[in-house]
């Protein structure tokens, strides 16, 4: 967005400048949601996500499922958001 800035005009250009920057702020401080989402490319070996779990005395995502293919598990997820101190676990 460019602020008209023109002879006489300061005022205008500094209430321009200050809508942008608190828009701009704003939008840096909107929370992020944390999300976990299968997806179904797997079929049957879909993951399963169990939210709210207790994993070593702990509330935490626990995922299980997904494709055994030898000594691999495979995950495939649309969304893999982890918020900040949020734990998630693959059993």
């Keep these: 967005m460019r602020c008209p800035l023109t002879p ?3 005022q205008a ?3 321009c400048t200050l809508s942008v920057t608190g828009a701009i702020a704003l939008i840096g401080t909107a929370p ?3 999300q976990i989402t299968p997806d179904t490319t797997l079929g ?3 993951s399963v ?3 709210g779990a207790i994993v070593q005395g702990n509330p935490a ?3 299980e499922g997904g494709a ?3 000594s691999n598990v495979f995950h ?3 969304d893999f958001n982890v918020a900040e101190a949020q734990r998630v676990y693959f059993a």
Aim: glycine share 8%; charged share 15%; net charge neutral.
């Design 61 to 63: 995502d626990l995922i």
């Design 13 to 15: 250009h500094l209430a």
């Design 68 to 70: 055994l293919r030898g």
């Design 32 to 34: 992020t949601l944390a």
């Design 8 to 10: 006489g005009r300061v």
């Design 76 to 78: 495939s997820f649309i």
């Design 44 to 46: 049957a070996e879909s």
């Design 49 to 51: 996500v169990n939210p």
